[in-house]
């Protein structure tokens, strides 16, 4: 049973445009969420977390909105480059628990078209 | 301050073999996490560990594969006895403590023929 879901397994958006990457959970013990991006052959690269305390971080260009009554986060990036074309992942936890190990979706591969 | 190692990169080893996966965690990092890649699947945790400690192994498959942490060196993911599905990416990762963004070495590509 999937507890972090990114149902669209692709994403395609033009250079310059906004890409908005979705992701539900069913745990409701959840409440610290994160970002990870990977390169092809590459470990995950950490891009912004959030707490269920805020509904909104932001950094620079990303930023995540977590709907808490929905169970659902997104990852908006403004603007897309070429460069942001990877796959994303979406992981969570429990904030204050013992084992800290992060719960990873399957991952949505953006593509960035110049 | 270099970040999480992970050797070797790739490994191939013959159905029935040992693989011994190797991981330094940052500097200032205690705790060590162990997530398996499949092919067009998300990091599945397999197992938490602290120094010379097991904290939480549920995600490992219950016989051939072993963890540890020892108190001097990396820490070792062992898989006994491998078999094709075992081939994967295993990837490490080390975070300063509960809560706190994980990150990631580069892993491990396993290919068992």
């Known amino acids: 049973d999937q507890q972090v879901k990114q149902n669209s397994p692709s994403l395609s958006v033009q250079e310059g445009r906004i890409s908005i990457l979705n992701c539900d959970y069913t745990?409701?013990?959840?409440?610290?969420f994160l970002w990870y991006k990977k390169y092809p052959a590459e470990g995950p690269t950490f891009l912004i977390s959030?707490?269920?305390?805020?509904d909104k971080n932001e950094d620079g260009r990303f930023t995540v909105f977590l709907n808490k009554s929905a169970k659902h986060l997104s990852l908006h990036i403004v603007p897309s480059q070429p460069g942001d074309s990877a796959v994303y992942f979406c992981?969570?936890?429990?904030?204050?628990?013992?084992?800290?190990?992060?719960?990873f979706g399957k991952g949505t591969k953006l593509s960035v078209k110049p | 301050n270099a970040g999480v190692m992970q050797n070797p990169r790739h490994l191939v080893r013959r159905r029935g073999q040992e693989a011994r996966l190797r991981c330094s965690p940052m500097?200032?990092?205690?705790?060590v996490y162990w997530y398996r890649q499949l092919p067009e699947e998300g990091l599945k945790f397999m197992v938490y560990?602290?120094?010379?400690?097991?904290?939480?192994e549920s995600g490992m498959p219950k016989e051939r594969f072993s963890a540890e942490f020892p108190k001097e060196g990396p820490s070792i993911l062992r898989i006994q006895q491998v078999v094709r599905g075992d081939s994967a990416a295993y990837f490490c990762?080390?975070?300063?403590?509960?809560?706190?963004?994980?990150?990631f070495g580069q892993g491990t590509r396993l290919t068992v023929v």
């Open positions: 500097k200032g990092h205690s705790h």
């Open positions: 992981a969570a936890s429990v904030y204050g628990g013992s084992q800290g190990n992060l719960i």
């Open positions: 560990l602290q120094k010379e400690n097991i904290i939480d």
């Open positions: 745990n409701s013990m959840f409440d610290y």
């Open positions: 990762a080390s975070q300063t403590g509960y809560n706190t963004e994980a990150f």
């Open positions: 959030i707490s269920s305390i805020k």
